[in-house]
C-alpha cells in the first residue's frame, strides 16, 4: 500500500478514488500490486489516515536509504517544497526587472544623442560604453563641472531665465547619473530574480493561491 501511494503520488494522483482507478486499470500499479487484488477507496484512505501518518516519515526515510545503498541517488540535488510564505509589504512596490531593462535601454539611447552634440560642442571625444556607462557619466560630469569652474559660469534658476550652455549640459548629465545610479541600484536587487519588493529586498512577487473568487493573486512573500 505505501509503494501504491508513494507512486501515485509521484504521478500527480493524490484522490483516494482516482488511485484505485488507477490501480484497475494502470499498467504500473498492477505490476505494483503484484497480482494482488485492487483495494478500495476507502482502504486507501483508512491506511493514508490511520496508518500513514504515525509511520509516514519512517517509511520515506527507508526508502531513501535503500535507494542511496543501491546506487539510486546522487544525493547532489535537494529538492524543497513550493511553499510560498506572503510577506507583510505593500503588493503596489514591485519593481520588474524588464521595466528596468526598457528604460535603461531608451535613456541608453538618448545619452547617445547628447554625446554627439557634446562632442561637436565643445569640440572634445567624449564616449559612454555600454558596460561601463555609470563610470563613464561620472567623468563627463566632473569635466563639465570643472570647465564650469574655469568658465566662472553664472547659474540661473526660474522661469524666464536663460540657462547657458554649460549649465543646460551639466543638469543634463546630472539628471542622467543619478537614474543611472538609479537603475544600476535595481540591478543589484534583482539577484537573478525578474522583480523584487523595494520595501523587503528579501521578497519576490509571486503568485499566491486563488481567493474564493478564483482569482490569482500576485503579492510579494518568500519561498521555503
Known amino acids: 500500500m505505501f509503494k501504491i501511494l508513494t507512486y501515485a503520488y509521484s504521478q500527480n494522483i493524490y484522490l483516494a478514488r482516482k488511485i484505485e482507478t488507477a490501480c484497475r486499470r494502470d499498467m504500473n500499479f498492477m505490476w505494483l500490486l503484484a497480482g494482488q487484488k485492487a483495494p478500495d477507496y476507502s482502504t486507501i484512505a483508512h491506511f493514508r489516515n490511520g496508518f500513514l501518518a504515525d509511520a509516514c516519515e519512517n517509511l520515506f526515510y527507508q526508502m531513501v536509504s535503500r535507494l542511496g545503498a543501491g546506487g539510486e541517488l546522487s544525493k547532489e540535488t535537494v529538492i524543497i517544497d513550493g511553499t510560498k510564505l506572503e510577506a507583510n509589504a505593500n503588493k503596489y512596490t514591485f519593481v520588474c526587472k524588464k521595466s528596468v531593462e526598457k528604460w535603461e535601454t531608451k535613456m541608453y539611447e538618448r545619452i547617445q544623442e547628447v554625446v554627439c552634440l557634446l562632442n561637436q560642442d565643445y569640440i572634445c571625444g567624449f564616449y559612454i560604453g555600454e558596460e561601463s556607462r555609470t ?27 536663460l540657462k547657458s550652455l554649460n549649465q543646460r549640459y551639466l543638469e543634463l548629465f546630472l539628471r542622467f547619473l543619478e537614474r543611472q545610479t538609479i537603475y544600476d541600484w535595481h540591478i543589484a536587487s534583482f539577484q537573478g530574480r525578474n522583480n523584487y519588493c523595494n520595501t523587503d529586498l528579501d521578497a519576490t512577487f509571486m503568485h499566491m493561491k486563488d481567493d474564493h473568487m478564483r482569482n490569482a493573486q500576485l503579492k510579494s512573500g518568500y519561498d521555503v
Open 135 to 161: 563610470r563613464d557619466l561620472q567623468e563627463i560630469y566632473c569635466c563639465l563641472e570643472e570647465r564650469c569652474w574655469i568658465d566662472r559660469t553664472f547659474f540661473v534658476h526660474g522661469r524666464g531665465k
